[in-house]
Structure formats: C-alpha cells, structure tokens
C-alpha cells in the first residue's frame, strides 16, 4: 500500500515537473515604454505557452550601456537605426535566422530600403516602428501667452524670445541629444545631420540660450504631464503627443493638444527588432520578432501607440484617420521635409555629443 503510494507521488512529481519546465518557457523583451499593446504579448503567451517578460527603457543611451556591458539577459531589443549600425558593428548582434521568420514577406520595402541606409540593418534586425520628433503642444496654453504663435516652427522652443514667453507653462525637451541637437541644427538653418564639431558647437549655443526656460529633460513623462495641462509644450516624439491627444480627449479635461512637424524639417527615426549575441534564448526570441510581424498583432499595436509601422499587410487593418493622418503616415510631400539620424560613428564625436549635452542640461 505504501509502494503503491509512493509511486503515485512520485508519478504527480513527475507531471508536476514537466510542467514546471513548459511554463518556464520565456522571452526577455526590452522595449521602449508606452509602446505596446498588452494584448499582443499575452496572445503570445496564448499561442505558443511562451511567457514574456517585458521590461522598458526611454532612452538609446540607457539601452546601450547595457548592451556594451553585455550578459543583459535580453531576447529582443529595440534600439533605433543610428544606433543599432554602431552596436552592429561593436559585435553586440546576431544574424537574423530568415528562415524562422515566415512573415518577413509582409514588411514594407520602403521602409528597409531607409534602414539600410545606416548599414546591413536588415541582415539583423526587422522595423518595429518609426515615427518622427517634433512639437507637441498645448493649443489654450500657448494662445493665451502669444499671439499667432509661430507653432509649426522649431522656433517654438529655439528661440528665446519665444520660448521664455512659455517657460511658466512648463517646457519638456526629450533627453535625447542625437536627436536635439540636429534639430537645434535645423533651425539656423545648417545641416541637421553635420558631424562638424564647429558646427555642433552652434547648437551648443542655442540650447544654452533656451536653457533657463526648460523645465525638464525627458523622454516619457510628457506624454500624461501634456495629456493632464501640466505643461504646455515639448519636443517629442509622434505617438506620444498622440497618445497624450487621446488621453485627454478621453478623459474630456479640456486639454486641446497638437503635434506638429516642425517646417525647418523633422528627425525621422526607426525602431528595430534586434537579438544580442548572447541571448540566452534565441529560438525564443525568433518566435517573438515573428510574431509582431504579423500584421494582426502589430496592427493591433499601431492602432493602440500611434506610430506608423514598417509592416505593410498590417495596413488595411489600421484604424483609417490614422492610416490617411500625415503626421503618422507622413505623405510624400512631409516626407521631403524629414532627415534621418546623423551617424556620429566616430569617438570623437561621440564624446563631443555627449560633452554638450551635459553641458547643456546643467546649465554649466
Ligand atoms: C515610445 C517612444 C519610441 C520612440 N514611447 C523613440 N524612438
């Protein structure tokens, strides 16, 4: 009697176990915040018994230093193209294994064909999404301190006269200087993408004069601080001021809010689903980055970000007004008045961007 229970426990051990081992089946995903649509994770997990542990991050810099650090433990990560064609050639990626990725025929040519502009992009990793920097802002706030405002311009923030007539409304820069300093670049009109010190040396200048009228550097925080009236204006990044638009139309607070793109031209960036080399589980991560591919599921995912996507089976599953809304699906014509990222691949040049930065957020 006793043998025979025994064995019984040890028969449940067992089924227990192997179960155990099922469910321990994961993904580690490092994502930009406010970026998904939860549901496209958990029918992931519906459909293949793969859990995802998804953990975000706001800034490329903040991702990279862990991924030169190496052994972050991450599946797939999303860094954006200028600074995926670094971390490429640093040796932090792996190959994509096409073969395992059964939807890559629903991606978009045009959009690869921009990537590949920065490198062999499309060898390692897939488009996410992309989208463009520009303005967002508070249309009460801004009427109330001046009069026809010049909205559709980077002056908006670059110019001291302008700006310091909004700092008491709050103004947010995106913590972002591969992204800030060209634009302040575009505004005096010079090359937004030059890697001329002297001419990154101007941008210096104008940051440092509209410093005193910046409350905050940030990259996430401004999308419920704009969505609430808790600031007036920022440069950020299109689905967020989107998604800050719809939250406060939904909670129906009066907050009326724009997103512009500036007319000296917009950043426009892309975010690309990628594997370090030292993935601890790559079949895993393969599955994932397929699965998004999907046109249902990143469908699912633009329709709840508002960011356009680089798959083009998912469009005639997007919402319509955001399908035909330029500053989402900018047109040709917005399209010629964007510029993709400077590369700064060089050091020297690294260190300059990143000297001016802290030198222009401290204010010293
Ligand atoms: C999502 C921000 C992603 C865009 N919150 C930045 N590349």
């Not at 496209?40 to 800034?59: C, L, P, Q, R």
């Not at 419920?224 to 990044?237: K, R, S, T």
């Not at 996507?309 to 917005?334: C, H, I, K």
């Amino acid at each position: 009697m006793k043998n025979k229970l025994n064995k019984l426990l040890i028969a449940g051990a067992l089924t227990f176990s192997a179960q155990a081992v099922i469910a321990e089946e994961v993904v580690n995903v490092y994502n930009w915040s406010d970026y998904i649509d939860e549901q496209v994770n958990e029918d992931f997990t519906a459909a293949t018994g793969i859990k995802v542990v998804y953990d975000v991050f706001d800034s490329n810099e903040f991702l990279q230093s862990k991924l030169l650090a190496g052994g972050s433990g991450y599946d797939v990560v999303v860094p954006s193209s200028s600074f995926l064609a670094r971390q490429i050639q640093a040796g932090v990626f792996q190959k994509l294994d096409k073969s395992k990725l059964s939807n890559i025929s629903n991606m978009w040519g045009k959009i690869e064909e921009q990537v590949e502009q920065f490198g062999p992009l499309n060898d390692y990793s897939v488009n996410y999404m992309w989208g463009t920097t520009g303005i967002g802002y508070n249309v009460e706030m801004i009427n109330e301190r001046m009069d026809n405002a010049p909205t559709t311009s980077l002056a908006m923030v670059f110019d001291p006269d302008v700006v310091s007539k909004f700092a008491d409304c709050g103004v947010h820069l995106l913590d972002a200087p591969e992204e800030i300093i060209p634009a302040a670049l575009a505004y005096l009109g010079e090359d937004p993408r030059s890697t001329d010190k002297d001419v990154i040396a101007k941008a210096e200048d104008v940051l440092t004069a509209v410093r005193p009228y910046i409350q905050k550097f940030h990259s996430s925080q401004y999308i419920d601080a704009l969505g609430n009236g808790d600031i007036c204006l920022v440069v950020g990044w299109s689905g967020d001021v989107f998604q800050a638009l719809y939250a406060a139309e939904e909670a129906e607070n009066g907050v009326e809010i724009v997103y512009a793109i500036p007319d000296e031209g917009a950043l426009m960036w892309f975010d690309q689903l990628a594997i370090p080399k030292d993935a601890p589980n790559t079949a895993n991560a393969h599955k994932y980055i397929n699965w998004i591919m999907d046109p249902e599921q990143i469908a699912t995912a633009t329709n709840y970000v508002w960011y356009a996507n680089g798959n083009f089976a998912s469009q005639p599953l997007l919402e319509p007004d955001l399908l035909s809304d330029p500053a989402v699906y900018p047109t040709e014509e917005v399209m010629q008045n964007t510029y993709i990222s400077p590369s700064y691949s060089d050091p020297k040049i690294q260190r300059v961007v990143t000297r001016t930065w802290t030198k222009v957020k401290t204010g010293q």
